[in-house]
């Protein structure tokens, strides 16, 4: 005879996530779900480099150099890998907090506030923390119900707390935070280089052609050439202007967030903490530092409890196939026949009268 198999439907931590986060590849890519100015990212230097490959490089690997192209390209693959990591890699989601450790923080805050009068405000909810001599406050999300570790906040965006929130960036259609800061800075300083590499030699590109066949003539005759001279020059200030402020945050291991809050250069006049007061140590920390490892367990298996209604299993299935032998029956005498205790008006109607029989333990 045979049987039927059903397999087990397997629910993966990340379909329950909350938040406002896209995931693909089984949980392996996060991104935000605003992902349109992303692709943007991605037309720009993708068109930029095809136009620049298809017609300058073969040029100028020829007039010039063929080394023009080679150090074009891994320009163009380096980019690409550090934007890719940035863009599908988690930022340093940090975990909500469950009912009852929610529960747990509530009640902890009543007992350390007290009861609050109607009608009044509550007290900020707010812990103090000291690192290298100095007080750092961690404020309490009412959205995760956790109290945030130093330098990380809630993203309106993606609808999360970021572990070292830097911004949320729409370019890269990601938050940068804490894991993958370091890639993102890599990739807009690569993105720089390749900008004016690719502009510099679209220059030398129409310099040289307009020695032998005029300006006018070069600028009729490469109308590619032109729309990526006009694109590198427009992006360049931008791109290069960004790696610039970020360098200097680099340099001061410090955060976007941070220095748009004036958290260190405010009235207080309060230090950097978490700067070593070296350009170098802070340097090494920050792009060179040890990588945590996500917290969030994405393709971590839930347990069927929390996952839904439990499939049935093998076992089961295959036992409701088969033929089911009768239950073994019990005689009962007269005298041990259960006492009927309902009231009246549980009583069921009356029923025709049957020839008497044994009452049996499946009837009972």
Known sequence: MS??????????????????????????????????????????????????????????AVQLSP??????????????????????????VIPRALPDEAAFIEMEIEATNGAVPQGQ???PRIKNFQI??????????????????????????????????DHHCPWVGNCVGK??????????????????????????YVALKSLKIGFLETLKETPGTVLEVLICFFTLWSVVGLTGFHTFLVALNQ???????????????????YSHGNIVKNCCEVLCGPLPPSVLDRRGILPLEESGSRPPSTQETSSSLLP?????????????????????????????????QEVTGAEK
């Open 3 to 60: 049987v039927m198999v059903v397999r087990k439907k397997v629910t993966r931590k990340w379909e329950k996530l909350p938040g406002r986060n896209t995931f693909c590849c089984d949980g392996r890519v996060m991104m935000a779900r605003q992902k349109g100015i992303f692709y943007l990212t991605l037309f720009l230097i993708l068109g930029t480099c095809t136009l620049f490959f298809a017609f300058e490089c073969r040029y100028l």
């Open 67 to 92: 080394a023009i192209p080679v150090f074009a390209a891994m320009l163009f693959l380096f980019s690409m890998a550090t934007l890719l990591r940035t863009s599908f890699s988690d930022p340093g």
């Open 121 to 123: 405000r509550p007290p």
């Open 132 to 165: 290298n001599n100095q007080i750092v406050k961690l404020k309490y999300c009412y959205t995760c119900k956790i109290f945030r570790p130093p330098r990380a906040s809630h993203c309106s965006i993606c609808d999360n707390c970021v572990e070292r929130f």
């Open 179 to 204: 894991r993958n800061y370091r890639y993102f800075y890599l990739f807009i300083l690569s993105l720089s280089l390749l900008t004016i590499y690719v502009f510099a030699f679209n220059i030398v």
């Open 255 to 273: 955060t976007t967030n941070e220095d748009i809050k004036g958290s260190w250069t405010g009235k207080n006049r309060v230090q950097n903490p």
């Open 324 to 356: 089911q032998s009768p239950a073994p029956t019990e005689h009962l005498s007269p005298n041990e026949m259960p006492e009927d205790t309902s009231t009246p008006e549980e009583m069921p109607p009356p029923e025709p009268p049957e020839p008497p």
